[in-house]
């Protein structure tokens, strides 16, 4: 296992974990008191002294790790510690002081900086690569995430977001500015303004909750009396949340991040927060419906600072992998010269990267992805499928006036006039025109955009009516075979490799009781009631590109795995995927719902899509395929689950198992609906 030790250096507390890198568990950690204010020398003696102990006492060696983290309080830059009021410290080489005590690689970042880079990477921000992270507490704290790195300003000083000035001659600050954020919406002015409140109103409740003991208030009080209707405590409340409100609104402006979370003891007050929050942040902001930043509580809590640390050694790889990136590129016939690349999409099985390039003052951007070849054996065969396809396809789109520059996915040649790169690693990589004023959904936004979805899903399957089905190359034997998934399942089952079966018994039981079922569409084909055509088979609403003005699809995107198949999975995996209430990989399954109506608007975009060619076995079997492909998908995640997280892509641990509950989930919601699931088809495809 791979592993990093994080250090939370405070004024108090020096905490220490050994951190799994893969998914962020705390494998073991300890904490001693820093004793501030001392020489940096003894305190990171102290900080060696209990790694080697955790180390000596967990088994796990100091040597076998892959880097020291260490968030610190106060300014931080080039690995030193500029100035640090709660550690009486100034100028201190701490990176330098640490790595040669212990012959590491020693990384160090400002203790709410590291906190937001772990809430991007593994909290609520789940991968995503621009967050903001507020923590209330005694004052204000801030961290951002930008394009997956911390960003701290030429100097360090960057992200203090509690001295961002909200009203001018306000209140004073510990800063000694007046008007601070941190001065209305810190903990420490929650209570001194609740303490103010209560002098003026000798009847309001928060006395009775303190015993009538100024001195017992704690920013708890004002809101449990607001809870009890105290009219002195709400306008505490209110006035505390507006003011809140204007900090995150001015961030938001200036970040547009896609997560703005908030910790700190405040946080634990949950709705009664947050409702208020977001419904006056969404009024004072930019932004669009459903385009929103979303403004959450933050997940880890004491932890925070231990985990970033320990991942700080990331952003060293991240930009290791940014430079493969653009050497690369320099092997495809690309314009202008590379100046950004940065990983971009969901997908769970290539790696993908934007790359922007500047030309004569302009810009231009590509896609470049490096071919999984876990999951594509054959990387030169699936790209000629890949040219032959677009090649295809861009003909068709020309034919039709359409522009075929935009509707299909164009390839970038290399230097040698070959479709991809083989790199001297072995790897494989393809260069991509990128569609420019694009954007994708990993969730439905506008039930429009579903039935947009169905009719650019069905239309794409017409394009590929006529393409000679022999020239395919299988990328993925079996890809859609459901039976064939189930006995891959259930060699997992019996492997047990990581001890994981007997947590996931019921889901194992889930796919068990359908294994009749399961086989009921290679019955159907081999009856000649279900044709096989060539397919995209990966129909996801995230694997659409849409008109960033218009919102209509311009492209369909993933075209590895188009070989021949049934119509009814194409069908069934955009319903897997889009007609559910919530993400794929949602942990809180009472949020998962089978939505009928974007089934419908998709059965209807679907059959006109594909031009009202599907014969009656397909239409009948069309409910079934949503069935199958949610039931195939849940048993896919559940055996990659089994294996050890080998195939999909994750963030984070059991978000394969979570994954697989969401799809049984909305298979039980389905089998439930199956009858009017049945008499929508019948409504559309009468007409
Ligand atoms: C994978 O690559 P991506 O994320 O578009 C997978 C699909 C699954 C899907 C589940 C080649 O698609 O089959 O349905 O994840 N693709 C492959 O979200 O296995
Ligand atoms: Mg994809």
Avoid at 179 to 197: P, Q
Avoid at 254 to 277: E, N, T
Avoid at 507 to 535: D, I, M, N, Q, Y
Avoid at 591 to 601: P, Q
């Amino acid at each position: 296992m791979k592993y990093c030790i994080g250090v939370d250096l405070g004024g108090t507390t020096v905490k220490v974990g050994f951190v799994n890198i893969e998914n962020a568990e705390i494998l073991v950690s300890g904490s001693i008191p820093t004793r501030a204010p001392r020489a940096a020398e003894s305190v990171a003696t102290d900080i060696v002294k209990l790694i080697r102990r955790l180390a000596s006492d967990s088994g796990y060696a100091m040597e076998g790790a892959l880097w020291i983290g260490v968030a610190t309080a106060g300014i931080v830059k080039n690995g030193t510690v500029l100035a640090a009021t709660n550690l009486g410290w100034n100028n201190v080489p701490l990176s330098m002081l640490l790595s040669r005590m212990t012959g590491m690689q020693v990384y160090l970042a400002n203790d709410a900086n590291a906190a937001a880079y772990a809430e991007a990477l593994f909290g609520v921000g789940e991968g995503k690569s621009t967050l903001v992270a507020l923590t209330l507490g005694t004052g204000v704290g801030g961290g951002i995430v930008i394009n997956g790195k911390i960003f701290d300003g030429f100097n360090g000083f960057a992200a203090e977001m509690g001295h961002m000035i909200i009203n001018s001659g306000g209140r004073e600050c510990g800063c000694g500015k007046r008007g601070c954020l941190e001065a209305y919406a810190s903990a420490t002015a929650l209570v001194k303004e609740s303490r103010r409140v209560m002098n003026l109103y000798p009847d309001s409740k928060m006395w009775e909750l303190v015993g009538h003991d100024a001195d017992k208030v704690t920013a708890k009080t004002p809101f449990d009396a607001a809870k009890a209707g105290d009219y002195a405590a709400l306008s505490v409340i209110d006035d505390f949340i507006n003011n809140l409100a204007y900090g995150i609104s001015n961030v938001i402006n200036l970040f547009q991040p896609s997560v703005l979370c908030i910790g700190g003891g405040i946080s634990a007050q949950g709705d009664a927060l947050m409702i208020p929050l977001r419904d006056r942040v969404s009024r004072l902001s930019f932004g669009r419906k459903n385009i929103r930043t979303k403004v959450t509580v933050a997940r880890f809590r004491n932890d925070a600072g231990i985990i970033g640390a320990s991942m700080l050694g990331l952003q060293e790889k991240d930009k290791e992998n940014m430079s493969i990136a653009e050497k690369i590129s320099e092997n495809f016939k690309i314009e202008g010269e590379v100046v950004c690349s940065v990983p971009y999409g969901n997908g769970h099985i290539n790696d993908t990267f934007l790359i922007t390039t500047r030309v004569n003052g302009g810009e231009k951007k590509y896609v470049l992805q490096r071919i999984n070849k876990n999951v594509f054996k054959n990387p030169d065969l699936l790209m000629k499928n890949f040219a032959l396809v677009t090649e295809h396809l861009a003909k068709k789109i020309k034919a039709t006036g359409g522009d075929p520059k935009r509707e299909t996915l164009n390839l970038i040649k290399t230097f040698e006039g070959s479709d991809y790169y083989e790199s001297p690693e072995g790897d494989f990589w393809r260069m991509l025109v990128y569609v420019t004023g694009s954007k994708c959904y990993d969730k439905v936004e506008e039930p429009a955009q579903f039935y947009e979805s169905a009719v650019a899903f069905g239309n794409f399957q017409r394009l590929l009516e006529d393409f000679p089905a022999e020239t395919l190359h299988e990328t993925i034997p079996n890809f859609h075979n459901t039976p064939d998934r189930f006995k891959n399942l259930m060699a997992e089952v019996e492997r047990d490799s990581f001890g994981r079966l007997s947590e996931v018994m019921a889901e194992v039981e889930f796919a068990r009781a359908r294994e009749e079922f399961a086989g009921t569409l290679e019955r159907e084909h081999a009856a000649g009631r279900l044709p096989l055509r060539v397919t995209h088979n990966d129909t996801k609403l995230n694997n659409i590109l849409f008109d960033e003005q218009t919102d209509k699809p311009v492209c369909v995107v993933d075209l590895d795995t188009i070989m021949p198949g049934y119509s009814v999975n194409d069908f069934g995996d955009s319903i897997r995927f889009g007609a559910s209430t919530a993400a794929e990989d949602e942990r809180d399954l009472s949020l998962v719902n089978f939505d009928i109506g974007l089934y419908e608007l998709y059965v209807k975009g679907f059959i006109e899509g594909t031009g009202n060619c599907l014969t009656e076995g397909e239409l009948r079997m069309l409910p079934v395929g949503a069935i199958m492909m949610t039931l195939e998908c849940g048993i896919r995640f559940l055996t990659d689950y089994l294996a050890g997280d080998t195939y999909f892509k994750t963030s984070r641990p059991k978000q394969n198992l979570d994954r697989c509950k969401t799809q049984f989930k909305l298979v039980s919601d389905m089998e439930a609906n199956l009858d009017k699931m049945h008499e929508i088809v019948n409504k559309y495809a009468q007409k």
